[in-house]
C-alpha cells in the first residue's frame, strides 16, 4: 500500500450509522477505483449449481455434483450475493427466496443450525454453532438489511433474531456472525441483539498480540483470517471503542502486506502460517474465500474511516481474480462464469464449485460497485459534503 492507512486513523461516529451513510461515505471513495479493469459478476455458473433444493456445493470441472449435497456455508454466501446485487433481475430474486427458504429449513427453534443436507434431503449431524450458523447470520443479517423485497428482509431479520440468542466457542463462527450483526446494525441502530452479539464476538475473537510482529490474537493464521480483521473493525466501529477499532485496523494493514508479494495478493493457505515457521512463500493451495475475505475487509476499512489508502487492497483483489497472482493465469472463466476451486504456483484447478464461484462474485461485485459510484459522482449525483459524519480517534 502507498501509505500506512493507520498512522492517521479517522472513522465514522459510531452510532448514528446508517446503510445510507455508509453508502455516501463508498461514493466518495470512487476516485481510488477510477482506472480499474473490473467486470460485470456472472451469474451464469451460480445458476447452474443452483437446483430446486439448494446450492450444490461441488462441482467436477463445472458440472455439478449432486452426490455431495448442500452446505449452509455455500447457501449462505449464495444469499449474501444476491442482496448485495443492486436492482438484482428477477431471476436471482427467485435465487434468492431458494436460499433463504434453504436457510429457515436448516435453522432449530433455539437459533442453531444444521450445516449439511444429503442430496437424498436427509441432514446430516446435529444443529450446532460452527461456521455454518455464523455464515448463515451474516447472510441473514445483510438480507435483514439489503434484501430485494420486504419479505425477503422480514424473513431474515426474524431468523437472524433467533439465531443471535446463542453463541459458539468459534472465534471465525462468531467473527461471520458478528458481519450480519454490523449489517443489522446499519439499519436498526442500537439493536440490542446484534449489539450483545458483536461484544461476545470481540471476547471469543479475543484480545490482539502487542507485539508488532505479530499483532494477531491467534497463534497461527488459518482460514479466512481477514473475516477476522474485520469482525474487530466492526466491533470496535458499532460499540464506540476506537482503541479495538484501531487494533483491528492494524491487523488488516498487518495481514495485508503479510498476504502480497512483488504487488500482487499472495494469500496464506488453508494449511495456515504461524510465527516461527519457515517464510510465507507462494502458497500450493490458494484459495478463492481467502481473497474475499480480504475484499470485504478492506471495504469496510474504507469505509469506516473515509480513507481511500484500504481501496488499494480491493484493487489487488480484483486483479487476482484476473490473473495478477503467482500463476498468472486468471481465476475467474469468461465462458462459464464460474471460478476455479484453488490456484497453485504453476496453474488453476479444473474444477469450478459454489465456494469459488461465489468469492468471485463478491469481489467483482465491490469492484462494480465502487465504479457505478463513480459514475454517479462524475455526473454531481452526490451532493454529501466531504468528511461528514468523521471525527479523528485519539489515544
Avoid at 323 to 347: E, F, Y
Amino acid at each position: 500500500m502507498p501509505r500506512r492507512p493507520c498512522e492517521a486513523v479517522e472513522v465514522a461516529q459510531p452510532l448514528p450509522w446508517t446503510l445510507r451513510a455508509r453508502e455516501a461515505i463508498q461514493v466518495r471513495l470512487w476516485c481510488a477505483l477510477s482506472s480499474l479493469r473490473c467486470p460485470d459478476a456472472p451469474f451464469g455458473h451460480l445458476q447452474r449449481l443452483t437446483d430446486n433444493v439448494g446450492l450444490l456445493q461441488h462441482a467436477d470441472g463445472v458440472v455439478p455434483l449432486h452426490t455431495d449435497g448442500y452446505s449452509v456455508d455455500d447457501v449462505a454466501h449464495g444469499l449474501l450475493v444476491i442482496c448485495r446485487e443492486p436492482s438484482p433481475p428477477q431471476e436471482l430474486v427467485v435465487l434468492g427466496r431458494r436460499y433463504l427458504y434453504f436457510l429457515t429449513q436448516a435453522q432449530e427453534l433455539g437459533g442453531k443450525f444444521r450445516n449439511h443436507l444429503g442430496y437424498d434431503r436427509q441432514w446430516q449431524g446435529q444443529p450446532g454453532t460452527e461456521d455454518g450458523w455464523g455464515c448463515a447470520l451474516w447472510a441473514l443479517g445483510t438480507a435483514a438489511t439489503r434484501g430485494p423485497t420486504a419479505g425477503i428482509r422480514e424473513e431474515s431479520f426474524m431468523r437472524f433474531s433467533r439465531g443471535a440468542r446463542v453463541s459458539s466457542p468459534s472465534a471465525h463462527a462468531m467473527a461471520f456472525a458478528a458481519l450480519g450483526a454490523a449489517e443489522i446494525l446499519d439499519s436498526r441502530p442500537g439493536n440490542h441483539a446484534a449489539l450483545a452479539l458483536l461484544y461476545r464476538a470481540h471476547v471469543a475473537i479475543g484480545t490482539p498480540a502487542a507485539d508488532a510482529g505479530w499483532p494477531w490474537p491467534m497463534p497461527r493464521l488459518s482460514y479466512a483470517s481477514a473475516a477476522i480483521a474485520e469482525a474487530v473493525i466492526v466491533s470496535g466501529h458499532y460499540l464506540g471503542d476506537g482503541r479495538l477499532l484501531r487494533k483491528g485496523l492494524r491487523m488488516l494493514e498487518w495481514l495485508l502486506a503479510t498476504e502480497t508479494r512483488d504487488g500482487h495478493l499472495s494469500v496464506i493457505s488453508r494449511q495456515g502460517w504461524g510465527p516461527g515457521e519457515a517464510a510465507h512463500l507462494p502458497a500450493s493451495d490458494q484459495r478463492p474465500a481467502e481473497v474475499a475475505a480480504l475484499a470485504d475487509a478492506c471495504v469496510r476499512a474504507a469505509t469506516v474511516t473515509a480513507d481511500d489508502a484500504w481501496l488499494d487492497g480491493l484493487r489487488m483483489c480484483v486483479a487476482w481474480f484476473l490473473g495478477d497472482n503467482d500463476a498468472k493465469v486468471p481465476l475467474l472463466d469468461d465462458r462459464t462464469g464460474g471460478c476455479s476451486d484453488g490456484l497453485t504456483g504453476v496453474g488453476r484447478s479444473r474444477n469450478q464449485g459454489a465456494e469459488s464461484t461465489l468469492a468471485m462474485i463478491a469481489v467483482l461485485q465491490h469492484g462494480r460497485r465502487l465504479a457505478a459510484a463513480s459514475a454517479r459522482t462524475s455526473v454531481g449525483q452526490d451532493d454529501s459534503p466531504p468528511g461528514a459524519g468523521i471525527r479523528t480517534i485519539r489515544d
